[in-house]
């Protein structure tokens, strides 16, 4: 298995870059999820509005029922579930730890948003496919070995026989 | 200055860098939710981690990175429990804890010597 990542000059401070740029994507928009109105519940507005989405336009009738039957019945729940994982996924991309495995999670986390809203009205489908091949471009690369935490710590977890550190190779 | 000096310095000048958004409202340009309780806490920290950088100082990155971490536990705990210390946002959080992760993996990168 190819273990290193080359990329042309330029590459390196480019895909860092688009990594810290994506973090900045995961920071802002953490910032709309509100628990103090149940995450849109009452007003019928915010997140909850965006998931009913699936539901109301439908796109993939597996998730709509999932959405239907099980997140709006239990939103407060799935509403810290988001503003937690988008949380830490701008935390973490921007740090640039264990970017591969959160670049998985964002493309998990896109694939979510992508099945609730593409086709509710005004949306620009292009968007969340933007979202999940930058996500894919981050996995791709290892971005966080360039100017991240991955590229300073993972030599000595290379070097460690310890099970977390060989799980952090592979997650970064 | 090795590595992981230049990257805490960095995420020092950024935070101090991330106080300009008490002046930002709104969307497009508003990254982070910024209020006036939250910038000492961004200013402080982020003079505390150009300092460890600039120095050299590893366990002062750790102890900015700790104290970023803990800060943004403060407001997913505040948007919890609905207190107001610093009055962020889950914005404020991921920042802050992306500092603090940041920090803290620079303050723990072996040094060769």
């Given at each position: 298995?190819v273990?290193?990542?080359t990329?042309?000059?330029?590459g390196p401070a480019m895909?860092a870059?688009?990594r810290?740029?994506?973090a900045?994507?995961w920071?802002?928009?953490?910032g709309w999820k509100?628990?103090g109105?149940?995450?849109?519940r009452?007003g019928?507005?915010?997140l909850y509005?965006?998931?009913?989405?699936?539901?109301?336009?439908?796109?993939f009738?597996?998730?709509?029922w999932?959405?239907?039957h099980v997140?709006?019945?239990?939103?407060?729940i799935f509403?810290?579930?988001?503003?937690l994982?988008?949380t830490?996924?701008?935390?973490f991309?921007?740090?640039?730890?264990a970017?591969?495995?959160?670049a998985?999670?964002?493309?998990?986390?896109?694939?979510a948003i992508?099945?609730?809203v593409?086709?509710?009205?005004?949306?620009?489908?292009?968007?969340?496919?933007?979202m999940?091949l930058?996500?894919?471009a981050?996995?791709?690369?290892a971005a966080?070995?360039?100017y991240?935490?991955?590229?300073?710590l993972?030599?000595?977890?290379?070097?460690?026989p310890n099970?977390?550190?060989r799980?952090?190779?592979?997650?970064? | 200055?090795?590595?992981?000096d230049?990257?805490?310095?960095?995420?020092?000048?950024?935070?101090?860098?991330s106080?300009?958004?008490?002046?930002?409202?709104?969307?497009?340009?508003?990254?982070?939710?910024m209020t006036?309780?939250a910038?000492?806490v961004?200013?402080v920290?982020?003079?505390?981690?150009?300092?460890?950088?600039?120095?050299?100082?590893p366990?002062?990155q750790?102890?900015?990175?700790?104290?970023?971490?803990?800060?943004?536990?403060?407001?997913l705990?505040e948007l919890?429990?609905g207190?107001s210390l610093t009055a962020?946002?889950a914005?404020?959080?991921?920042?802050?804890?992306g500092?603090g992760i940041?920090?803290v993996?620079?303050?723990?990168?072996?040094r060769?010597?």
């Amino acid at each position: 298995m190819v273990d290193t990542v080359t990329l042309p000059r330029g590459g390196p401070a480019m895909m860092a870059f688009v990594r810290v740029a994506v973090a900045c994507l995961w920071i802002q928009n953490s910032g709309w999820k509100t628990p103090g109105d149940d995450f849109g519940r009452m007003g019928r507005r915010g997140l909850y509005l965006f998931t009913g989405y699936a539901v109301e336009h439908p796109v993939f009738p597996p998730f709509t029922w999932f959405v239907e039957h099980v997140v709006l019945p239990n939103f407060v729940i799935f509403g810290w579930l988001t503003l937690l994982v988008e949380t830490a996924l701008g935390a973490f991309l921007l740090a640039g730890l264990a970017t591969r495995l959160w670049a998985l999670i964002g493309i998990g986390q896109s694939l979510a948003i992508t099945f609730s809203v593409l086709y509710a009205p005004h949306e620009w489908h292009w968007s969340y496919f933007l979202m999940i091949l930058a996500h894919v471009a981050l996995f791709a690369t290892a971005a966080g070995r360039f100017y991240g935490a991955d590229g300073l710590l993972r030599p000595s977890w290379e070097r460690s026989p310890n099970l977390p550190a060989r799980w952090l190779v592979r997650f970064s | 200055m090795r590595a992981p000096d230049r990257f805490a310095l960095a995420l020092g000048v950024a935070s101090v860098l991330s106080a300009v958004f008490v002046f930002v409202h709104g969307d497009p340009w508003q990254l982070v939710k910024m209020t006036g309780q939250a910038v000492p806490v961004a200013i402080v920290l982020g003079v505390l981690a150009c300092l460890a950088g600039a120095l050299r100082r590893p366990p002062m990155q750790t102890t900015a990175g700790a104290l970023f971490v803990l800060s943004a536990l403060l407001v997913l705990a505040e948007l919890a429990f609905g207190f107001s210390l610093t009055a962020g946002s889950a914005s404020t959080a991921s920042l802050w804890l992306g500092l603090g992760i940041g920090l803290v993996s620079a303050g723990r990168t072996p040094r060769e010597p």
